[in-house]
């Protein structure tokens, strides 16, 4: 069992280039959460997808987009990077719904600059 | 979900037992109380949940007050590994996500 997997680990971009960041799980968790989370702060959720084909924005979904075309794969799209994205974003999954007594499983993050 | 409060940081000596408190005063009957744990920039990892009994597993126990308004954290034997940002949150299941807060940094010392 890998669990949740993010690539790539870093990366820089420049102001108005475009990127996806890939997150697979291989638990056959339905839930799945991309958040970010910027210097000393905690995590705030950007997208979340409750299953295959349906998605949902979080707090802070501008400049963001997401599809979930299977159960193992959740990319999250950047389109023209900004500076104001530079963070470190992490992917979950989870069995159920997070709230209903099960716990979330964390990549390890994609660290993100934009100059 | 309800808002939580917690300290900023704490310090334990490596070996003793590490007790971090949580306040939700405004928790909801339906509504569970999550810790999770960050390491140094990692992704979060899960500890424990509860929503009103106390509970225990094999890296810690969950301490819940009678009125569900506050909750401790325990680690019994704490390790230099122990050092992290110890996140507790309240969420209930319709809500599908977890809020996180800034959380409070342990420092076990040796």
């Known amino acids: 069992n890998a669990g949740v997997t993010q690539t790539p680990k870093f990366r820089i971009l420049k102001i108005g280039q475009s990127m996806t960041l890939q997150c697979a799980q291989d638990?056959?968790?339905?839930?799945m959460y991309w958040y970010r989370q910027d210097p000393g702060m905690g995590l705030k959720l950007i997208y979340y997808?409750?299953?295959?084909?349906?998605?949902d924005k979080g707090e802070v979904p501008n400049g963001y987009n997401v599809s979930r075309s299977t159960t193992e794969y959740f990319p999250l799209r950047l389109e023209l990077a900004a500076p104001s994205q530079t963070s470190v974003y992490f992917c979950?999954?989870?069995?159920?719904?997070?709230?209903?007594?099960?716990?979330?499983?964390f990549g390890q993050g994609t660290r993100l600059t934009v100059v | 979900d309800a808002k939580t409060t917690q300290p900023p940081s704490m310090d334990c000596a490596e070996g003793r037992a590490a007790n971090l408190p949580c306040n939700h005063s405004?928790?909801?009957?339906?509504?569970?109380v999550y810790w999770y744990r960050q390491i140094h920039s990692q992704g979060p990892q899960y500890i424990i949940h509860?929503?009103?009994n106390n509970e225990t597993n094999e890296m810690a126990s969950l301490i819940i007050t009678e009125d569900r308004k506050s909750s401790t954290l325990i680690l019994p034997h704490a390790t230099l590994r122990d050092t992290a940002v110890y996140y507790c949150?309240?969420?209930?299941?319709?809500?599908?996500?977890?809020?996180f807060g800034k959380g409070t940094l342990l420092t076990v010392n040796p």
């Open positions: 979950a999954s989870s069995y159920g719904g997070i709230g209903v007594w099960t716990e979330a499983f």
């Open positions: 638990m056959n968790h339905n839930y």
């Open positions: 997808s409750v299953g295959a084909g349906i998605t």
């Open positions: 405004t928790i909801s009957g339906n509504e569970y």
């Open positions: 509860g929503l009103k």
């Open positions: 949150i309240v969420s209930a299941g319709s809500n599908y996500k977890l809020t």
